[in-house]
């Protein structure tokens, strides 16, 4: 360790290498359009949160612990051959015991918020407000306290995907309206218990994933297969819900609490393939309304779902022989309730695609959300791959989505719930690849509100620590830090990444070569490993790490 910060330490010494005047770019050999890709130097506006995630199923363990019933997750993962090497996350990162070690951390990064979900079935082991597990109360209380104590702000999601396992065996769960009055008083109870002191919710993570993921056969719990039908109905009740959710908070504890109240999702960037072909542009529009639009035009335009989408399952359902469409509708009352029930965008992005027209559109003999909008969508191979076969690195994506939803939901207040990047070399600390991916992320959330003004009052990294990856299990790890999964201790320790992000945090932002940079090294305990302390050298650190060090 002592060679590798005696290299480091000298180079820093040395005068920035590189001539201010030539671009710098964190992918020379792959984004190098001097428009597009050059890094621009500065800092986020003043007050912008800087956070990181994680959630309740992922994290937790203590799958059967003082009361807690089970969910839906605890039941797909536990059933072989759902998850890879069959990984389960009844012990996960043991945060259920190891919460103050997590705290801990956060604080070691000086950021001052922390993203965490609530499991609804630690706190209503059967999912309804009749049975209150006290035990699940106590946990979560001890949590936010303990945030609070070090000045880090909670953000709490209710519903990071893991149902109570009973209401989806006494009714389908998402797939039965009764979910929209069980949610809401879920949502009840937890603003009632935490509300003094959490002000910043979120009510569902990506309820396009809980739909299609979940219920359109997708390989996620609870493995409903009923894409293009249940998959639609799933949707349509989580909106629903989400709005109910909104509404309790506006109606019965706004004036008290003063908090806000938003929903997140997710989206990859659809580009336009060949963006001179109206067809191609019409293509990644298609792509991104029935893919964001799908909630964010009830909830952010008006209170219904996306025009295509309406025409064209409306369509393809009457092709099928059905005798109504396969989209639900609203009623007017509905819509009235439905718009407008956020109070911020939350967005969760990771990565980007190329979309086009395909050649031809068959309607499918069998109901499909993807027949149903009829978009070629695929990754550049040359694109820079992580440890996930989904995930490209194309930073300038985020750029292009940020400004779409300016443009698409009125120009809200933007909070980036989560972005992040994958390893497989699952025990290496030294992680220059998700350096780089948060480096030229985040420098493109500055650009777009710099350069387009976008409202982006947030940004989060995920994850705080690696964890339980759904479908992947273990395989494939986001954190920050490094979770040894094999040790009963489940020990937690920083990779570069994670001083890497704390210094942009502590820069708020990369300051300008000419600016006085914050040399500052957060206090890292126990960190035995390189500390990355100069942003403003960033073109030079990241050449000194990959040459000298790595
Ligand atoms: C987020 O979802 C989640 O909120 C978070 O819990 C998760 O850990 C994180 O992303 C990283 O995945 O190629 O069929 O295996 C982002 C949406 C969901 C996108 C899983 C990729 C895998 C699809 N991701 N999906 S598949």
Redesign the pocket.
């Known amino acids: 360790m002592l060679p590798k910060m005696l290299i480091l330490v000298t180079l820093m010494l040395l005068p920035v290498v590189s001539n201010a005047d030539d671009p710098y770019y964190v992918y020379p050999d792959v984004f190098n359009d001097p428009e597009r890709d050059a890094f621009l130097f500065g800092t986020f506006p003043e007050g912008f949160i800087w956070s990181s995630?994680t959630?309740s199923y992922?994290i937790e363990g203590g799958y059967d612990a003082d009361g807690k019933g089970y969910n839906i997750w605890d039941t797909f993962a536990n059933t072989p051959g759902n998850i890879a090497n069959n990984d389960t996350g009844n012990i996960a990162c043991d945060s259920y015991n190891k919460w103050e070690e997590d705290v801990r951390i956060i604080k070691e990064l000086d950021l001052e918020y922390y993203r965490f979900s609530l499991s609804w079935s630690r706190i209503l082991p059967d999912g309804t407000a009749d049975n209150v597990n006290q035990a699940g109360i106590d946990y979560y209380n001890n949590l936010i306290d303990g945030l609070l104590a070090d000045g880090i702000t909670p953000m709490v999601t209710l519903y990071?995907?893991d149902l109570p396992q009973d209401l989806q065996d006494d009714y389908g769960g998402w797939l039965n309206e009764t979910i929209i009055y069980d949610f809401g008083e879920y949502a009840r109870v937890c603003y009632e218990n935490f509300g003094d002191r959490v002000k910043l919710w979120l009510t569902l993570?990506?309820p396009?994933?809980i739909a299609q993921?979940g219920y359109g056969c997708?390989?996620?719990a609870p493995g409903v297969c009923a894409d293009g039908t249940g998959s639609y109905v799933a949707a349509h009740n989580l909106i629903k819900s989400h709005a109910k959710a909104w509404h309790i908070y506006d109606d019965d504890f706004r004036a008290t609490q003063a908090g806000r109240v938003g929903i997140?999702l997710?989206s990859?960037w659809m580009e336009p393939y060949n963006r001179s072909l109206e067809t191609d542009l019409n293509a990644a529009e298609r792509a991104q309304q029935f893919h964001l639009g799908w909630f964010g035009h009830p909830i952010f335009v008006d209170g219904d779902y996306p025009e295509v989408m309406r025409e064209m399952i409306d369509y393809s359902s009457e092709v099928q022989g059905y005798n109504e469409s396969r989209l639900p509708t609203f009623t007017a009352l509905e819509k009235e309730y439905i718009l407008g029930s956020s109070d911020f965008f939350g967005l969760?992005h990771?990565?980007t695609g190329y979309a086009s027209k395909p050649d031809e559109w068959v309607i499918s003999d069998n109901p499909s959300y993807y027949n149903d909008y009829a978009v070629d969508f695929w990754k550049d191979p040359e694109w820079p791959s992580s440890g996930?076969?989904?995930?490209k690195s194309v930073p300038w994506g985020i750029r292009r989505l940020l400004e779409w939803i300016k443009d698409e939901y009125g120009d809200p207040e933007i909070y980036v719930t989560?972005n992040?990047f994958?390893t497989k070399d699952i025990d290496d600390l030294n992680d220059p690849d998700r350096i780089d991916y948060y480096q030229s992320y985040i420098d493109e959330v500055l650009k777009a509100i710099e350069m387009d003004g976008v409202n982006v009052k947030a940004y989060t990294a995920?994850?705080l620590m690696d964890?339980?990856?759904?479908?992947?299990g273990y395989t494939?790890r986001?954190g920050m830090h490094h979770v040894d999964f094999d040790d009963d201790d489940r020990p937690r320790t920083q990779k570069d990444s994670s001083l890497f992000y704390a210094t942009v945090k502590a820069n708020n932002g990369f300051p300008k070569p000419t600016e006085e940079p914050i040399t500052e090294e957060p206090a890292v305990a126990g960190s035995s490993h390189l500390g990355l302390t100069i942003t403003c050298f960033l073109p030079f650190v990241n050449f000194c790490l990959r040459k000298f060090i790595l």
């Open positions: 995630a959630s992922q990071h995907w993570n990506e396009w994933i993921l997708g390989g996620f997140t997710n990859d969760n990771y990565t996930s076969d989904w995930l989560e992040g994958s995920w994850s964890n339980f990856e759904w479908a992947a494939e986001f």
